[in-house]
């Protein structure tokens, strides 16, 4: 099938955020990596999401970094925005400041920790997107926020003309695909090992946590289907499987993993920010071991 539009592009980054030693925030790092990445296959990147730590960086470092990236890559490079926090207003706030910065839409997860009920949903989303020039991409995560956006749900703010994309970590195939049926929203695979299965079911593409290591071979998934080459397409999915779990799902978050992978092959990134803590040496040497039989098989 032909995969639905893709507003910001198909292979997007979720790029983590490069510190200084001392923690402080890498502008120029982080302008290089994001060149780097876009020269490696990424369509557009996703700033001051979870993998950017965003939990811990200010509101003023992320209006930097956006704007040093956006420097960076220049116009032409879709440049998607973390802005959700807990609190509706906060968030109205962030969006607004993201748009200043350079961004071309705002990512936008469902409140946290208060587990709002799903009319509280619906109404925080629709009160940033009236607020706001910006389209949204909704992040549907309940693993780290503790509430999902219900498909019912999900199918109503799709009337909204400035919600247009989803990046879905709900892990919940049956429940997306009724979405997906029902609207023109754009999915976006948030989980590394859903890559294929959700643009084979007409997701727009994937918003990659492993990109920041391989984007080559995250973009050439996607190419692969697109040709018609399904066979490859799943080859190369399945070949990225360990390093997917090795990066996510080895009880680290993709920060950290990330970050030690990077750091491994002299790129950009630095160290993480309390409270989590770096990957030890084993688990580098490790993940240096996965990241080498991905890319050194093309």
Request: hydrophobic share 45%; with cysteine.
């Amino acid at each position: 099938m032909t995969p639905r539009t893709a507003p910001f592009g198909r292979t997007l980054c979720a790029m983590v955020t490069p510190f200084t030693p001392t923690g402080a925030l890498d502008v120029d790092g982080a302008s290089r990596l994001a060149a780097h990445l876009v020269a490696k296959g990424c369509d557009g990147l996703v700033l001051n999401g979870t993998t950017g730590e965003s939990p811990t960086t200010t509101d003023a470092e992320k209006t930097e970094l956006i704007a040093a990236v956006r420097a960076a890559v220049g116009p032409g490079v879709p440049l998607v925005a973390g802005v959700g926090t807990a609190d509706t207003r906060h968030t109205i706030e962030l969006t607004h400041a993201a748009e200043k910065a350079g961004a071309d839409a705002a990512l936008v997860v469902t409140p946290y920790y208060s587990k709002p009920p799903q009319e509280s949903v619906e109404s925080h989303f629709r009160r940033i997107a009236d607020a706001s020039g910006l389209p949204l991409m909704l992040y549907d995560i309940p693993g780290r926020t503790g509430t999902r956006i219900e498909p019912a749900t999900m199918i109503r703010l799709a009337t909204h003309p400035r919600i247009v994309a989803v990046k879905d970590c709900s892990y919940d195939f049956l429940g997306t695909q009724k979405v997906l049926a029902a609207t023109d929203l754009a999915y976006y695979a948030g989980c590394d090992e859903h890559i294929l299965a959700l643009y084979a079911v007409g997701a727009a593409g994937c918003v990659s946590t492993i990109a920041n290591v391989v984007p080559r071979q995250v973009a050439a998934i996607l190419a692969a289907f697109d040709a018609g080459n399904t066979a490859r397409a799943t080859e190369l999915q399945l070949r990225a499987t360990p390093l997917i779990e090795a990066m996510m799902n080895a009880g680290l978050p993709g920060t950290v993993t990330a970050k030690a992978l990077l750091t491994e092959l002299a790129l950009p990134a630095g160290p993480v920010r309390a409270p989590l803590l770096p990957a030890d040496r084993k688990t580098a040497d490790g993940l240096r071991a996965e990241y080498e039989r991905v890319a050194g098989a093309g």
